[in-house]
């Protein structure tokens, strides 16, 4: 995840999405990951995508706090 929010604060947004990929099948448990997805989704202009990758963490934070 760290990899990813340096990669995404440099504009790296390909390379961005790619770690927080990585990150989120590492760990599953991790909202943090899709949260990053999201951020890097908004930056590419996907909305949609942005908006299911922030409603996936939110459930994910709230099954598990």
Do not use: H, I, M, W
């Not at 990150?23 to 997805?37: F, I, K, V």
């Not at 999201?38 to 709230?62: D, F, I, M, P």
């Amino acid at each position: 995840v760290l990899l990813g929010e340096a990669l995404l604060a440099a504009q790296r947004l390909e390379e961005a999405r790619d770690a927080f990929e990585s990150a989120r099948t590492q760990t599953a448990g991790d909202a943090r990951a899709l949260e990053g997805l999201s951020r890097v989704a908004a930056a590419l202009g996907e909305t949609e995508k942005s908006l299911a990758y922030a409603n996936a963490a939110a459930l994910l934070k709230r099954r598990c706090p």
